[in-house]
């Protein structure tokens, strides 16, 4: 059962730390964004408060995120216990343990023909690619935006229901339908540390919604930024205050 948990948490109903378990977002979430192509830059910090908090939840501490597995671990090695990555595709769940990948539908190879045509004529939008699909990303050209999500939404629908569109921050992504953050939470949760606690998910964007309602449907909770909590600073803080 969710209770307060601290002073700092007044506003935010959390389950005891003894009984939770937290799946945390990266960008935008625990670091702030920053342009296209500067580089993420860990705030002072963070790894100790991550640290601690992983110590106080019996090592139920795992970042879910769009980003590889890989590339969360140049940030954060091995701080948090398990890791979730490629929007819920690849999913380690202990430290050193192997990275599982979901089988997925092949990409209909046309589709990354034209993405790729239709990027090269929208200077700043980039391709992601992903393991089972691809993101388009407009942040450095929010003019874009539309005819993006046009493109998308046409693949989608010749799908027949394998792909969905998903929003992200200045963002559209393709992906295998059932595949997604909420996913790899579901699965997370299902083996210890994360099994038998309470999911408490921290995201900054519409991908993470997934990810909250997986979270809400097991008992938990999610938040997000800028709702519950106004920046990723703010965020640390509370997450610092936890373990004070
Ligand atoms: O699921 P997330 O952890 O939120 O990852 C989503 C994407 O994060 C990164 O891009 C975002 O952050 C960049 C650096 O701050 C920013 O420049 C970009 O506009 C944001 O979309 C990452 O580069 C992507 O691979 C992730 O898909």
Redesign the pocket.
């Known amino acids: 059962m969710l209770g307060f948990h601290g002073v700092q948490s007044a506003r935010f109903p959390i389950p005891p730390l003894s009984q939770a378990a937290f799946l945390l ?5 625990l ?8 580089p ?1 830059v860990l705030p002072p910090g963070l790894i100790d408060t991550l640290r601690r908090l992983r110590a106080a939840c019996g090592d139920a501490l795992a970042i ?4 590889t597995v890989e ?1 969360l671990d140049a940030f954060l090695g091995d701080v948090p216990f398990a890791v979730g990555g490629e ?1 819920g595709i690849a999913l380690r769940h202990r430290p050193g343990g192997p990275i599982e990948r979901t089988a997925l539908p092949e990409l209909p190879r046309i589709w990354l023909v034209q993405a790729r045509d239709l990027v090269g004529t929208l200077p700043g939008v980039r391709l ?1 690619h992903t393991e089972g699909g691809f ?1 388009l ?1 407009y ?1 450095a050209a929010p003019e874009a935006a539309q005819v993006l999500h046009d493109a998308v939404a046409a693949w989608v629908k010749e799908s027949a229901g394998a792909y969905l569109l998903a929003a ?4 559209w992504e393709i992906h295998p339908a059932g595949v997604d ?1 909420g996913y790899a939470v579901s699965l997370l949760m299902q083996r210890p540390p994360f099994l038998g606690r309470k999911p408490v998910v921290i ?3 519409k ?2 919604e997934s990810a909250m309602a997986a979270a809400k449907a097991a008992g938990g909770a999610g938040f997000r930024i800028p709702v519950d909590f106004p920046t990723p600073a703010v965020l640390r803080t509370w997450l610092a205050g936890l373990t004070a």
């Open positions: 977002n990266f960008d935008g979430t670091v702030e964004e920053t342009p296209p192509g500067d993420v879910v995120s769009s980003r590339q929007g992601e993101i990303h942040r992200g921050r200045m963002a953050k995201g900054n964007d991908s993470d």
